[in-house]
């Protein structure tokens, strides 16, 4: 057991997916085999990490001996294990998924080939974000995600996929561009960019403000909060239903996890009530535009995509609700939405892309009276939507309720009654879709699936849906190190 705690797991869990991208790139022959094994091993990794943490509490591991701030130091703490376990989820699940998406067609063995080595090396730079604990290695990691995500996305082919593409590479290198010079105002200012080390010495000034502005502002549009979320739909709609997955659910949480960090880690001193309740409007603008977006769609990825939109938008309501009292319950509540969501979203993700690569399309019109193996699919998107809609007692419903218990204890009403219309419309696109794949009209029946498109989107739904009931390990893990006291309020006070 010492010798399982004493390791330094997180950085074994950033070399083995590297390793395997490298092996994957060098025997192409071999590249699904290799991703096949690196999947298997990486979460018996990311399991270690977590018991490390749960034993020992937050680990630090430095880089090659040398102490901030010359040197880089991984940091795991509750905020890394959640994207780290995310990963690994949806990273094990999607593997097994691109075996049998990638296994026909005359152009799969060409997709197969590149899939596996840029899916490795996204998986690595995700576990090497998660736990950077400075803000230099977070760009570097930020950028190796993005640039991975956007050779996976042009993989989709066709006109329509590289235009995607580029919208998102020039949208990532103008948030990449706006982050980097806000480190460098830092850097230029107090000489460090370890994150424990500036959260000492940043202070209320001009310059402070201005760093805050741009590395936000970059961030925000990585994380393509609304109206910054152009660049999503297309992207993750053109995109191979295990690249619009890895995309939708964990992607978008990279940039996300590093603003996390610099609002409460590097700017407290800086950051306002205003600042936060600007970012919780944007956050609910997000959650009824990409709603109503989501409801108006014709085609089943774009809709999943917009839904994305909007869910992200339950995301940045942690920014005003996390204050007083609440604060801990807001932190709990965001960081357990992060893992309900990724589960949840690729598994709905997932079943779309199935249904286009049995019935060679994705319009919800077109799936009047899905019967057989696409009408199984269609109860597993169901069960996948009961996380994202809120319905208990999945982890989604957990994560809102502490969302909906902060906003209540910090007097915040009215993003409660955002968060319930959100759910609602939630509810009404879901039902849009169930409502069209079970009219009585005369059924298409599909061939038999293999099992690789069958199980794992039912599998992560299952995950989403029962995370609920075990919502105490979680939310106890997302609590080692946060930047936050108080308790972690489960019943509505008032």
């Not at 590479?169 to 370890?194: F, H, I, P, Q, R």
């Given at each position: 057991m010492?010798?399982?705690?004493?390791?330094?797991?997180s950085?074994w869990?950033?070399?083995t997916?590297?390793?395997?991208?490298?092996a994957?790139?060098l025997?192409?022959?071999?590249?699904?085999?290799?991703?096949?094994?690196?999947a298997?091993?990486v979460?018996?990794?990311v399991?270690?990490?977590?018991?490390?943490?749960h034993?020992?509490?937050?680990?630090s591991?430095?880089?090659g001996?040398?102490?901030?701030p010359?040197g880089?130091?991984?940091?795991?703490?509750?905020?890394?294990?959640?994207?780290?376990?995310?990963t690994?989820?949806?990273?094990?699940?999607?593997s097994?998924y691109?075996l049998?998406y990638?296994?026909?067609?005359?152009?799969?063995?060409?997709?197969?080939r590149?899939?596996?080595?840029?899916?490795?090396?996204?998986?690595?730079a995700?576990?090497?974000?998660?736990?950077?604990?400075?803000?230099?290695?977070?760009?570097?990691?930020?950028?190796?995600?993005?640039?991975a995500?956007?050779?996976?996305?042009?993989?989709g082919g066709?006109i329509?996929a590289?235009?995607a593409?580029?919208?998102?590479l020039?949208s990532?290198?103008?948030?990449s561009?706006?982050?980097?010079?806000?480190?460098?105002?830092l850097?230029?200012a107090?000489?460090?960019?370890?994150?424990a080390l500036?959260?000492?010495?940043?202070?209320?000034?001009?310059?402070?403000?201005?760093a805050?502005a741009?590395?936000?502002?970059?961030?925000?549009l990585k994380?393509?909060?609304f109206?910054l979320?152009?660049?999503?739909?297309?992207?993750h709609?053109m995109?191979?239903?295990?690249?619009?997955?890895?995309?939708s659910?964990l992607?978008?949480k990279?940039?996300?996890?590093?603003?996390l960090?610099?609002?409460?880690?590097?700017?407290?001193a800086?950051?306002?009530?205003a600042?936060?309740q600007?970012l919780?409007g944007?956050?609910?603008a997000?959650i009824?535009?990409?709603s109503?977006?989501a409801?108006?769609?014709?085609?089943?990825?774009?809709l999943?995509a917009?839904?994305?939109?909007?869910?992200?938008?339950?995301?940045?309501?942690v920014?005003?609700?996390?204050?007083?009292?609440a604060?801990?319950?807001?932190w709990?509540g965001?960081?357990?939405?992060?893992?309900?969501h990724?589960?949840?979203k690729?598994?709905m993700?997932l079943?779309?892309?199935?249904?286009?690569h049995t019935a060679?399309?994705?319009?919800?019109?077109?799936?009047a009276?899905?019967?057989?193996?696409?009408g199984v699919q269609?109860?597993?998107?169901?069960?996948?939507?009961?996380?994202?809609?809120?319905?208990?007692?999945?982890?989604?419903?957990?994560?809102?309720?502490?969302?909906?218990?902060?906003a209540i204890?910090?007097?915040q009403?009215?993003?409660?009654?955002?968060m319930a219309?959100g759910?609602?419309?939630?509810?009404?696109?879901?039902?849009?879709?169930?409502s069209?794949?079970f009219?009585d009209v005369?059924r298409?029946f599909?061939p038999?699936?293999?099992?690789?498109?069958?199980?794992?989107?039912?599998a992560?739904?299952l995950?989403?849906?029962?995370?609920?009931?075990?919502?105490f390990?979680?939310?106890?893990?997302?609590?080692i190190d946060?930047?936050?006291a108080?308790?972690?309020?489960?019943e509505?006070?008032?």
């Amino acid at each position: 057991m010492s010798l399982l705690l004493g390791e330094p797991w997180s950085a074994w869990a950033i070399v083995t997916p590297m390793f395997a991208a490298t092996a994957a790139f060098l025997l192409p022959r071999q590249a699904a085999r290799v991703g096949l094994a690196a999947a298997l091993v990486v979460p018996l990794m990311v399991a270690a990490v977590v018991l490390q943490v749960h034993t020992l509490g937050s680990q630090s591991h430095v880089v090659g001996g040398w102490e901030p701030p010359l040197g880089i130091a991984l940091r795991t703490d509750g905020l890394s294990l959640m994207l780290l376990v995310a990963t690994a989820l949806v990273g094990l699940v999607v593997s097994l998924y691109a075996l049998g998406y990638f296994a026909g067609g005359v152009h799969e063995p060409q997709k197969r080939r590149y899939f596996w080595p840029l899916w490795m090396f996204l998986w690595g730079a995700c576990n090497a974000l998660a736990v950077s604990g400075d803000l230099f290695n977070l760009y570097v990691t930020l950028e190796m995600v993005t640039l991975a995500s956007v050779a996976l996305t042009a993989m989709g082919g066709g006109i329509a996929a590289l235009s995607a593409a580029m919208r998102y590479l020039l949208s990532g290198l103008v948030g990449s561009l706006a982050y980097l010079l806000g480190v460098a105002l830092l850097y230029g200012a107090y000489g460090t960019v370890d994150l424990a080390l500036l959260g000492q010495v940043v202070s209320d000034d001009g310059l402070g403000r201005a760093a805050l502005a741009l590395m936000v502002s970059g961030l925000l549009l990585k994380t393509a909060l609304f109206p910054l979320h152009f660049w999503l739909p297309p992207a993750h709609s053109m995109a191979p239903a295990p690249v619009s997955a890895l995309l939708s659910a964990l992607v978008v949480k990279t940039s996300y996890l590093i603003l996390l960090r610099l609002w409460f880690e590097v700017f407290p001193a800086v950051v306002t009530p205003a600042m936060g309740q600007l970012l919780g409007g944007l956050g609910a603008a997000a959650i009824l535009w990409g709603s109503l977006m989501a409801l108006r769609q014709e085609r089943l990825k774009l809709l999943v995509a917009y839904s994305t939109v909007a869910q992200l938008g339950y995301l940045f309501l942690v920014f005003p609700l996390a204050q007083g009292e609440a604060t801990a319950t807001a932190w709990a509540g965001v960081v357990f939405f992060v893992l309900a969501h990724a589960c949840g979203k690729a598994a709905m993700f997932l079943v779309a892309g199935t249904i286009y690569h049995t019935a060679g399309h994705d319009r919800i019109a077109y799936l009047a009276g899905a019967g057989g193996p696409l009408g199984v699919q269609v109860v597993v998107f169901a069960l996948a939507a009961v996380t994202i809609i809120g319905l208990p007692p999945s982890g989604g419903f957990m994560a809102k309720w502490m969302l909906l218990n902060a906003a209540i204890v910090s007097g915040q009403w009215w993003y409660l009654v955002v968060m319930a219309l959100g759910s609602l419309l939630a509810g009404a696109y879901v039902l849009r879709v169930l409502s069209w794949a079970f009219l009585d009209v005369q059924r298409t029946f599909y061939p038999t699936l293999a099992w690789t498109l069958r199980w794992p989107p039912l599998a992560l739904a299952l995950v989403a849906l029962l995370l609920g009931l075990v919502a105490f390990m979680p939310v106890h893990l997302a609590l080692i190190d946060a930047p936050t006291a108080g308790p972690v309020l489960l019943e509505v006070r008032p």
